[in-house]
């Protein structure tokens, strides 16, 4: 039993804001510049080791099947109305009320909750007023098209930035505690 959850928005997006092209695809992503100033990537493996548990929607479920599982055995809640294809073990598939969920389920198990995709996902948590901490990373691409991950959320959410990176493959990362009223 933990206390004090931390729910984390997370995302890699184009520099115009897009997570996946006009196809529904992410092979943009492996676009890569070289910033000399940057930091070099760092081992993920404690980064990952401080994650709690993962939360995904249905397409992005099933495009990390597709591309390759990367979450791990990490508990990972995918938030669905549709029946999906069974995944790995880690895998839980939930839905309805989401402050319940994240009340009943999430915060008594799990301290570092990692809510990773996709756009819709996103919205209803920043809806219900839910995410403490937004991590956008930044590719070195214009993609011109696609899904944008801030997509008509209809709520403001004053940001205070907390660390900026810059790494040596171009990407940058923002990280901006989310504050409440």
Known sequence: MTTASKVTVHMVASLDGYIVDEDGGVSWLDTSDHFEAGVEAEDPTGFL?????????????????????????????????????????????RSGDLRRLVA?????????????????????????????????????????????????????RALHLEEVKAYQNGMVELRYEVLRD
Do not use: M
């Open 49 to 93: 080791e401080s994650i709690g548990c993962w939360v995904i929607g249905s397409r992005t479920y099933e495009q990390a099947l597709q591309l390759g599982w990367p979450y791990g055995d990490k508990p990972t809640y995918v938030l669905t109305r549709r029946d999906l294809a069974p995944g790995p073990a880690s895998v839980r598939f």
């Open 104 to 156: 009943e389920e999430l915060e008594p198990h799990h301290r570092n909750i990692w809510v990773c995709g996709g756009a819709e996902l996103v919205r209803e948590f920043l809806r219900a007023d839910l995410v403490d901490e937004i991590c956008v990373t930044i590719a070195p691409i214009v993609i011109g098209a696609g899904l944008p991950y801030f997509d008509q959320i209809g709520v403001k």
